[in-house]
């Protein structure tokens, strides 16, 4: 190697040692401290969210919101209808209500909403001397009482009675029905829901055969339901309401009105009708 050479690198050395030399380490320290940063921010916000939980500081509290309430709501009356479905028809005081339904945490404003606002409004609550009770749509005590519905609904034409609702107001309802036998008819719709008919024993009679065949030589096919429907309102037959879901008929479209309508032009000078003379088909000759 030339001498040159070995020469200018052990001077490059020499420099090189005795220039002083500043070692990065701030990187190190300052990652550390942004680690202490991050932790204590993390500790603070951990706590911050403890405190939010806790009510009366103005932050969000699962147990006064409105879900909260709504849901205590349906689980009180949801309870109301299994206890009245049981048997158990006795009205019972707000805090009774909420013994029995584990609702003792709920604040009083909670109470107080459920007193004059939400207990009482409810169609499916009775209110009576500040006691509630479950309401259902029939109230029926025993099978007796519902047979006498169904005789009722046959006999003004309204049909028959949701099996929900017959269970939702008769307490011990499957015992009552199964009592009752062939005194009632079962027709399930289409929608899968069954319907509670009376089932009069004294329409149960021989027809003649005569009448038979008169009857089915009367054609129908050309009949829908309103055309038969009118035909026995003018004979002053009232038919049997429809209890199963309504079909919603689409609405048509109105049809634009084809052809130019005609455009009415506004006279003038009537009082001079018998005065001014017709030029369009040009100057009449002279006379």
């Not at 349906?74 to 005081?93: C, E, P, S, W």
Request: aromatic fraction near 6%; hydrophobic fraction near 30%.
């Amino acid at each position: 190697m030339d001498p040159a050479l070995l020469r200018e690198r052990e001077l490059f050395k020499k420099r090189a040692l005795s220039t002083p030399a500043v070692e990065k380490r701030h990187a190190a320290s300052d990652s550390g401290s942004h680690k202490k940063k991050k932790s204590k921010v993390d500790k603070e916000s951990s706590s911050g969210s403890k405190h939010g939980a806790e009510p009366g500081n103005g932050n969000f509290n699962i147990k006064t919101s409105s879900g909260y309430k709504f849901g205590c709501l349906a689980k009180i009356v949801n309870y109301m209808k299994t206890r009245h479905q049981n048997g158990d028809t006795h009205f019972l005081t707000l805090e009774e209500i909420l013994d029995e339904t584990k609702l003792l945490d709920i604040s009083m404003k909670q109470k107080q909403w459920l007193m004059t606002e939400a207990l009482v409004s409810n169609p499916k609550i009775d209110v009576r001397d500040g006691t509630y009770g479950f309401k259902p749509k029939y109230n029926l005590k025993d099978k007796k009482a519902l047979l006498r519905l169904l005789d009722k609904h046959d006999q003004l034409g309204l049909g028959g009675v949701l099996l929900d609702d017959v269970e939702e107001g008769l307490p011990n309802s499957a015992k009552a029905i199964k009592a009752l036998g062939d005194q009632i008819i079962f027709v399930t719709r289409p929608d899968k829901k069954k319907i509670l008919f009376y089932n009069d024993k004294h329409c149960q009679f021989m027809v003649d055969e005569e009448f038979q065949k008169l009857w089915r030589s009367v054609p129908v096919d050309s009949m829908d339901e309103e055309k038969i429907e009118e035909y026995l309102k003018r004979q002053g037959i009232s038919s049997m309401q429809e209890t199963g879901p309504k079909k919603v008929l689409p609405v048509q479209k109105r049809k634009k009105q084809g052809g130019q309508r005609k455009r009415h032009f506004k006279t003038h000078n009537n009082h001079l009708a018998g005065v001014l003379e017709d030029y369009s088909d040009g100057v009449p000759a002279k006379k």
